[in-house]
């Protein structure tokens, strides 16, 4: 009889024990994967809502801007060009040459050099006119784009008449190539790069004329 | 109705042993249900940001598609940036502009009596040669250059005279 009893004591104790045992360890376990599950589920929404703030943030700005930026990169995209500005650099100091009353006599084109982040080449020309004509020209082609920087500049003046042998810096850079990645940040530009683009925008560009294509004509024979 | 033991009296547990026993079997109906309220709660958690999570990433494929169709927008701003920050660089850059400005400031205010003939300029120095037929024009000549701010320093290299043409002069220049 003794052992029914110890028999139906550790029973007693023994199944409830296993009971709460088994539901200690199911709650450490699950508590332990839950967590795990939802803390690496938490930095995915993180990072989603990161990502979305950003997008936002990004469509606001570029349709904030989409009307103003075509006509900033015309202005800059003559002011820094692309390919080498020589040639429209010729034009644009003829251009100024005709209402300074400076004539312009010869012009050289040098080497360019694309050894830095922006390359440039140098372009010396020769001009005639009064000194009180060419020394204001010389100031006025820095209002010039493409933007270019005065090298070296000789002013000779004889009875009245002064001449000038000037070698100015043009620069020019090639296009970026790549695209920010989309879920990159953007931000507008700063009061720096906003100051500087009014500086620029108030460069003198270079005036371009389209040829429109003609139908072709019916020759006339010359022998008639 | 009555309730009615049909074990054996002398086999069932008693006294501190039953205790103990309903003791632990509490605690076990206590902690699984702790479990089921824990595990049902972070279900709900896990569903709730399952769905947040869809729904944010629905919403950035939808901004993305937008921004997409605004890359030409983009591309130009990536340009302009482009373009202010070479144009800084060259702006940065050494250039005999403020010379130039400044010989302009100088001719500007000579006098009759004086003129310039010769002016090299080149980054960071402006040399120049003056010829002052009169003394007077000589003396404004000075006072003239002098008293320009642009200049750093400001040096004598020849001063001459000759009875046919007058004070002939040159300067070395230095800008700030």
């Known amino acids: 009889m003794k052992k029914g009893l110890f028999t139906a004591n550790v029973s007693a104790i023994l199944i409830p024990s296993v009971y709460f045992l088994v539901s200690i360890i199911l709650f450490v376990f699950g508590a332990r994967t839950g967590i795990a599950k939802i803390s690496e589920q938490s930095s995915t929404l993180n990072e989603a809502r990161k990502t979305q703030g950003v997008l936002q943030q990004k469509e606001r700005l570029l349709r904030q801007i989409e009307t103003e930026v075509s006509s900033q990169v015309d202005v800059l995209a003559n002011v820094v060009p692309e390919k080498n500005p020589a040639l429209i650099m010729i034009s644009q100091l003829k251009n100024l040459a005709l209402v300074s009353g400076v004539t312009i006599t010869t012009f050289k084109i040098g080497a360019q050099n694309d050894a830095g982040m922006v390359s440039f080449v140098d372009l010396s020309y020769d001009a005639d006119g009064a000194l009180t004509s060419i020394i204001p020209f010389l100031n006025t082609v820095k209002t010039l784009a493409p933007i270019s920087t005065i090298d070296t500049a000789k002013i000779n003046q004889q009875a009245g008449a002064a001449s000038a042998n000037v070698r100015i810096r043009v620069y020019f850079a090639g296009y970026p190539t790549k695209l920010p990645s989309l879920t990159e940040v953007v931000n507008e530009l700063t009061d720096e790069e906003e100051g500087l683009l009014d500086t620029l925008s108030g460069l003198t560009l270079p005036v371009f004329s389209t040829l429109n294509p003609q139908e072709p004509t019916v020759r006339e024979n010359p022998f008639n | ?176």
């Open chain 2, 1 to 176: 109705m009555a309730a009615i033991n049909l074990l054996p009296t002398d086999i069932s547990p008693k006294g501190p042993v039953v205790k103990i026993s309903n003791l632990i079997k509490n605690l076990a109906v206590i902690s699984f249900v702790l479990f089921l309220l824990t595990a049902l709660g972070m279900l709900a958690m896990f569903v709730l940001n399952s769905v947040q999570i869809r729904s944010l990433n629905e919403s950035s494929e939808g901004l993305k598609t937008s921004i997409k169709s605004l890359e030409t927008t983009e591309q130009g701003l990536v340009l302009v940036r482009d373009r202010l920050s070479k144009a800084k660089l060259v702006l940065a850059d050494e250039s005999g502009g403020e010379e130039a400005e400044g010989l302009g400031t100088v001719t500007s205010g000579l006098p009759g009596s004086v003129s310039l003939t010769e002016a090299v300029i080149s980054k960071k120095v402006l040399d120049t040669t003056f010829i002052a037929t009169d003394s007077q024009g000589l003396t404004t000549l000075m006072a003239l250059i002098i008293s320009q701010d642009a200049f750093d320093k400001v040096d004598l290299v020849s001063f001459s005279f000759n009875p046919n043409a007058g004070y002939v002069s040159s300067f070395s220049m230095k800008v700030k």
